[in-house]
């Protein structure tokens, strides 16, 4: 069970090569079919696109299904219930931002990630998108030094207010930032339950448990169950900011050792879009919008 | 303006047009189209204003004045007063697009003009006075994005246009005198120093065909017509026909689009042209200078949510680096208005104005303590000269105190007075008079807080400034009445925007154990700046007096007023803090 992966010893070389592997082809597939997204497409439609996308690779199972959120939803706008999370037969039009979320399993390994994009030009867009860089290099900058994952939650939370956006991850149940993951070894046949696989839910059940009794979390918010430094392990870290109509995250694996903290892989779409705009991490308030 | 035609123009019907015009020839042409019962001699005063620096064109629409009348009401429908327009247009400035000015039935016609794709690139600019597009009125009527309360706002102004509709009854009380009695008693909404108008009987009677022709049709089968012709709308403040979001609505179908408000009545114009002839001068000025028209990034739910209620204006907020200030900033920027954020944090302040302009260019930041008088005036003087007069001043800055009144020291006490209530009071003193003076229909946008009529042992300070807020308001608000400058006075209730971190406390005990708590009240409760801006933006489009936000804030309101004896209750309780 993965209880002993979150507790103990971080996952060996290998094991994290593996989890490298399957985070980058989440990501490939989610920016191959955002590339695909034309004016007309469904939430439904780009959110099976991921999926076959992802089952041609060899992906058997999932954490949980593709989502898709088009417009406003990529803010959460008027989102009262979970099961607006899952998505529906909006449009995607010209002017509108999304997001394509998924979190496939192969072989046991899991992804869960994230990518924001926008049918067009906004350069409003490209700023929120700039400004998590600020927010990724926080969260591991705190975690690292040993805070408590409510401290890095109020942290963000300040940063979000001073950015002059919205907290979009307090819409997730349980208002999450980020959850835990790990190997997936069930013997539960693989079904998918509103969204979820089984399978993965037995482990962060399990997990859920476990955790309990130590006084902790595999669920990063804001309340006082957070109030423990990171446990080692594997978290799927996810802030999620807002502004007015728009959304934007980024969702990728941040490894937690007993005395450090990295992000699994700085090969990804996000980080090599900043590396691209400005080489140096920059302040917030001086970042200029690349149109 | 002279009394005899300067030219006549045959119309593609064969209907001959008598044409005036005055000014500087070399200047850039004015085209202005009179309403209905009107003629020409409606502009008199607005032209002898732009005559001295513009070429000033005016026509008699067919039917009124010197022009002559079709025999069919067909000849009077929409489409052949739109190329009544163009040919005017065309016989006296055939080679340069010329700036149009309607009034009433003129800008009906006018709106139908630069809408059509075939006419549209004859013109610069339009402003529009009191006549939305037929089309565009026909989807709001239906559609209510303004809501239905407007509609019926409307419904009640425009009943006249069902008498006007019937046939013999309009004729018969504009023969009888009847009907101009009752119309210049209509005149004298919005005050004002009276010229009589120059109308003959057959102004009155060959314009029923306008309504009879068209209104029904394009109401009962509107279409979407589109323009991107800059356009102006100028709705008079007490206009006795036509409510403010009829006009502004037109800002979803035209995409550069502005709306202003000046003080006066529907006919105002004809006794002063002053604040009409501003906006004119300015707006011509600004296209004739070439200066790139600024682009709005909006996404596509944001396109469609707004009309143009706030297009084009100019906000300024303080307080505007954070909590509601700076949503508010954004809500509005989002509608359309161009924001100065003022803030004592500048950097705040500059954040919130370079999001703003991310929306709608052109926000700028300035970093003030509202405290200041001096610098608040230098403020108001600085945005004068950058901006011209503001349409809307929103009084926002303040800080938060609580625990027991006797144990708040003398500092904490001055710090709220002065940054609550002398704020506010600096601001208006700053702001108001070039407001009043530069022709009204702005907007002052004070602060108060549920506080102000919910009083309580645990923010005494606090409360009485904001009761002095809300009081001041009132009375601003009666004073400023009659000059068409309009108070609001907003008591927002508990919204989570971090204004307990950064408060005074005393006398609570462990103070940041007291703030946990207060912060995690006011995080539960959940109602964040971003809603509270936007039920704020909403309510002020119709001047209210008070907008309280919050549930608490409308309960708090009604208990005060129904059981002062159950708030003066409330007042005793200690809170579990």
């Known amino acids: 069970m993965s209880h002993k992966n979150v507790t103990g010893d971080t996952a060996s070389r290998s094991e994290l090569d593996a989890f490298r592997e399957l985070q980058q082809l989440a990501y490939q597939a989610a920016s191959d079919v955002a590339a695909t997204l034309e004016p007309g497409v469904t939430e439904r439609e780009a959110a099976r696109r991921i999926r076959e996308h992802l089952e041609e690779r060899g992906v058997q199972d999932w954490f949980h299904t593709p989502f898709a959120w088009f417009g406003d939803r990529t803010a959460f706008r008027n989102f009262h219930v979970p099961l607006q999370f899952f998505p529906t037969g909006r449009r995607l039009e010209e002017g509108m931002p999304f997001i394509l979320d998924c979190a496939p399993v192969r072989d046991g390994y899991v992804a869960d990630i994230g990518y924001s994009g926008y049918l067009g030009e906004n350069p409003l867009h490209d700023l929120l998108m700039d400004d998590l860089r600020a927010h990724r290099d926080l969260i591991v900058d705190r975690v690292r030094a040993g805070d408590t994952l409510q401290d890095v939650y109020r942290a963000v939370d300040a940063l979000i207010r001073e950015q002059g956006y919205e907290n979009r991850h307090r819409i997730y149940p349980g208002r999450v930032i980020a959850h835990q993951v790990g190997k997936v070894e069930s013997r539960l046949p693989r079904a998918i339950v509103a969204g979820f696989g089984v399978r993965s839910l037995q482990t962060l059940f399990g997990d859920l448990l476990v955790e309990r009794v130590h006084h902790r979390s595999p669920l990063w918010a804001d309340g006082d169950v957070s109030a423990h430094p990171a446990t080692p392990g594997m978290w799927a870290v996810e802030p999620h900011i807002g502004f007015r109509d728009m959304g934007v995250k980024f969702e990728e694996i941040l490894v937690v050792t007993e005395d450090d903290a990295h992000w699994l892989d700085d090969d990804l779409p996000h980080v090599r879009r900043w590396a691209r705009t400005s080489p140096a991490p920059t302040d917030t308030s001086e970042e200029t919008a690349t149109a | 303006m002279s009394t005899r035609p300067h030219r006549h123009v045959t119309a593609t019907d064969g209907q001959r047009l008598a044409v005036y015009s005055a000014g500087d020839p070399s200047g850039p042409t004015l085209v202005l189209v009179h309403g209905y019962p009107d003629n020409a001699s409606v502009w008199d005063a607005l032209a002898a204003d732009l005559a001295a620096d513009h070429h000033v064109v005016t026509y008699d629409v067919r039917g009124a004045g010197r022009s002559t009348a079709p025999d069919d009401r067909s000849g009077y429908l929409l489409g052949q007063l739109a190329d009544d327009l163009r040919a005017v247009v065309d016989s006296v400035s055939p080679d340069h697009p010329v700036h149009l000015v309607a009034h009433d039935w003129g800008s009906i016609q006018t709106w139908h003009a630069v809408t059509e794709p075939a006419h549209a690139h004859r013109f610069a600019s339009f402003t529009s006075l009191s006549g939305p597009d037929l089309d565009h009125a026909g989807h709001w009527l239906r559609e209510a994005p303004d809501g239905v309360r407007n509609v019926l706002r409307q419904a009640v102004r425009s009943s006249y246009i069902g008498f006007l509709s019937t046939p013999g009854l309009p004729e018969a009380a504009w023969l009888s005198g009847i009907g101009g009695l009752a119309l210049a008693a209509l005149e004298h909404v919005g005050g004002g120093p009276r010229v009589p108008a120059r109308r003959t009987t057959r102004d009155y009677l060959n314009g029923l065909a306008l309504y009879r022709a068209n209104m029904l049709r394009r109401f009962t089968r509107p279409t979407g017509r589109r323009t991107g012709v800059p356009v102006q709308a100028l709705a008079p403040t007490h206009d006795a026909f036509m409510v403010d979001q009829v006009q502004s609505n037109a800002g979803r179908w035209a995409d550069d689009f502005r709306f202003h408000r000046f003080h006066g009545g529907h006919w105002s114009l004809r006794s002063r042209p002053a604040p ?238 007291t703030k946990d708590r207060l912060n995690r009240l006011y995080r539960l409760r959940g109602y964040t700046p971003e809603r509270a801006a936007r039920r704020i933006a909403d309510a002020v489009e119709s001047d209210p007096e008070m907008v309280p936000v919050t549930s608490e804030a409308h309960i708090g309101l009604a208990l005060s007023r129904i059981s002062p004896a159950a708030v003066r209750g409330y007042a005793r309780v200690a809170p579990p803090l």
């Open chain 2, 276 to 513: 009409v002839a501003r906006r004119v001068r300015a707006f011509v000025a600004e296209i004739e200078s070439g200066a790139p028209r600024p682009v709005r990034n909006l996404t596509a739910h944001q396109a469609r949510r707004h009309g143009g209620a706030f297009a084009g204006q100019v906000a300024v907020i303080t307080g505007a680096g954070g909590g509601i200030g700076r949503c508010l900033a954004f809500e509005l920027a989002e509608r359309g208005a161009r924001i100065v954020a003022v803030d004592v944090n500048g950097p705040a302040a500059e954040r919130t104005a370079a999001l703003c302009s991310l929306v709608t260019p052109g926000s700028a930041a300035r970093r003030v303590d509202v405290t200041d008088a001096a610098a608040m005036d230098e403020l108001a003087s600085w945005v004068r000269e950058e901006y011209g007069v503001p349409d809307m001043v929103v009084n926002n800055a303040g800080i938060g105190v609580a625990g027991p009144f006797l144990e708040a020291t003398t500092e904490d006490l001055e710090r709220v007075v002065d940054v609550n209530l002398w704020g506010v009071i600096n601001g208006v003193r700053a702001f108001a008079p070039m407001m009043v003076e530069s022709g009204g229909g702005g907007r002052i946008v004070n602060t108060a807080s549920a506080a102000s009529y919910l009083p309580s042992r645990l923010y005494g300070a606090y409360s009485a400034t904001k009761a002095a807020v809300l009081a001041l308001s009132h009375s601003l608000r009666g004073e400023l009445a009659g000059r068409g400058v309009s108070v609001t006075a907003v008591c927002p209730g508990l919204i989570d925007t971090g204004i307990v971190s950064s408060a005074r406390v005393s006398g609570l005990g462990e103070v940041s154990r």
